[in-house]
């Protein structure tokens, strides 16, 4: 499995970025992709989550409201687009993906595949 993530940049605080992440090397059906990000000093967090098949999303509490993840299903790739960007959204974002049915969405050891990570920097 090989996940390419792209769209990072350097914006100002309320503007918006999208993010993307084409995976390829085997069939994604039962497959969920994750959005993490880290900031410097600090743990990677979950962002955001969608499965595959049926395009169930998951957002954590710090983006709800503001960012949107999508996939086609057509191209593998899933979309993160982050509106009303905040200084403290600056991080490297990384996707990620995993079988369904391989422990929690929420934890990042339980991710096997990761892309190469991309950087966010919102500006004051």
């Known amino acids: 499995v090989q996940l390419q993530a792209s769209g990072g940049g350097l914006v100002q605080a309320r503007g918006s970025l999208r993010l993307s992440c084409t995976a390829s090397g085997r069939t994604f059906t039962n497959y969920r992709m994750a959005w993490f990000r880290q900031a410097p000093g600090k743990e990677r967090d979950v962002v955001a989550t969608?499965?595959?098949?049926?395009?169930?999303?998951y957002y954590s509490d710090f983006v709800k409201g503001r960012f949107t993840i999508s996939r086609d299903n057509a191209k593998n790739t899933v979309y993160l687009q982050m509106n009303s960007l905040k200084p403290e959204d600056t991080a490297v974002y990384y996707c990620a993906t995993k079988s369904m049915a391989r422990g929690s969405h929420l934890k990042v050891e339980d991710y096997p595949h990761w892309g190469q990570g991309t950087l966010v920097t919102v500006s004051s």
């Open positions: 969608i499965t595959w098949n049926l395009g169930t999303t």
